[in-house]
């Protein structure tokens, strides 16, 4: 029932929207009825708001946040990086570039003591007194085994070699090591070999040396009878030849 | 709540958003910060907020500091300034403008969220903390109060 405390309210729901079909007639019947609320009826129709237009505000720009989508350039660029370096460890390997079509496996290969006896490797060893080490290089087998597309194995055993430094077993003194590296240019100098073989030469007492030298010069007096005998004979022969100052030329004189 | 969310969010509500603070608190440059508080506060809090109802969480934040921005402005404005526009006789559209800035900021908010954005009285509550009963009410005395400005203009036939 509509009358003059409840009308602006039920005006105010029309224009909301809220009235069913049968409480809109009844408020036009109202209406038709008391003119004088049909200006107050157009009044309120006036109260909504005209909707105005949205402007974009220029600062919502600066409140985006970076990183839009799901791959920043960021991401994107260390993917492709991954991507290329991948392409080219591919392109670039051994077995692709020889046979692209073959799958290859190295195995390394200990060489035994039969191949080595029969020639196939000898280990060289080569003494580098200065370093005080012993390099050694010994033949290193490794067997390669090819894979083809239909699944045959094929072995090939390839040459090579394998270092292997160790220490020397009576190295040289530190002071002779040292000295001899810091000056390479004396190495061939007669005082410096003897100034290294006298500190190389071990300390015997001054004793046992001297008897070891009686002992020594004794043998040798025993070797040198036969030579002075032969030396008398040789002097013999010559004495036969007769002097003169003339030097033979011909070797065969 | 995504980056891609939030910054949807700004794309689309950025707008809106400013309109709405700027009928609440009378001022661009006002309204601007109260927007880009209310964006702030949206990042900060964006993994508590549903993407899907980003809008509203906007509207409630803006709405909050807009309140914030009004109850420092009081203080400033004067009375006779108010008068001031009063006097103008622009066309309806602005005399509804300006009618809309004299409601209070709960019925001029509910009125806008009404008008502009076509919010039903439950999504309004939602956004203003509101019940249906609270909203319907404050927006019968929000219409009532444009309808006496206006009858008092003599601007409607």
């Known amino acids: ?253 | 709540m995504t980056i891609t969310d939030y910054n949807k969010a700004v794309v689309d509500c950025s707008g809106v958003l400013l309109r709405f603070a700027r009928k609440l608190v009378q001022d661009n440059a006002l309204a601007q910060d109260t927007v880009q508080e209310s964006f702030m506060r949206l990042w900060e809090h964006r993994s508590k907020v549903d993407a899907t109802k980003a809008k509203s969480w906007l509207y409630t934040t803006c709405y909050r500091e807009s309140l914030l921005v009004i109850s420092k402005q009081k203080k400033k404005v004067s009375l006779p300034e108010i008068a001031d526009r009063e006097n103008d006789n622009p066309d309806l559209k602005e005399v509804i403008e300006k009618c809309l800035g004299n409601l209070p900021e709960v019925q001029r908010s509910i009125l806008m969220l009404r008008d502009y954005e076509g919010y039903d009285y439950k999504e309004i509550g939602e956004v203003l903390s509101l019940n249906e009963s609270q909203v319907k009410v404050y927006l019968f005395r929000a219409r009532g109060k444009m309808k006496e400005l206006i009858k008092d203009l003599n601007l409607v036939i």
């Open chain 1, 1 to 253: 029932m509509i009358h003059e405390n409840n009308i602006e309210e039920r005006i105010f729901e029309y224009h909301e929207g809220l009235l069913d079909a049968a409480q809109k007639e009844e408020l036009m019947a109202y209406l038709h009825e008391h003119p004088e609320w049909q200006r107050d009826f157009a009044i309120w129709a006036q109260s909504r708001l005209h909707p105005a237009t949205v402007e974009t505000p220029a600062f919502h720009l600066g409140m985006l946040k970076k990183g839009t989508g799901t791959w920043s350039w960021g991401k994107a660029s260390v993917a492709m990086a991954a991507i290329f370096s991948t392409m080219a460890i591919w392109y670039f390997w051994p077995s692709n570039s020889v046979n692209p079509e073959a799958d290859t496996q190295i195995i390394p290969v200990q060489p035994d003591s039969t191949a080595a006896a029969k020639g196939d490797g000898v280990a060289v060893s080569v003494v580098d007194s200065v370093k005080g080490i012993v390099v050694t290089a010994a033949p290193l087998k490794e067997k390669t085994t090819t894979i083809n597309n239909q699944g045959e194995k094929s072995s090939e055993v390839m040459d090579n070699m394998q270092t292997q430094e160790e220490p020397l077993a009576s190295p040289l003194p530190d002071e002779a090591r040292t000295s001899i590296s810091s000056d390479t240019s004396r190495l061939h100098s007669p005082a410096l070999v003897q100034e290294q073989s006298e500190k190389l030469e071990p300390k015997i007492p001054s004793k046992q040396l001297l008897a070891a030298k009686d002992s020594v010069s004794a043998k040798q007096k025993d070797l040198e009878v036969p030579s002075k005998k032969e030396k008398k004979k040789i002097k013999h022969k010559f004495s036969l030849k007769p002097t003169s100052d003339i030097v033979p030329t011909n070797s065969n004189f």
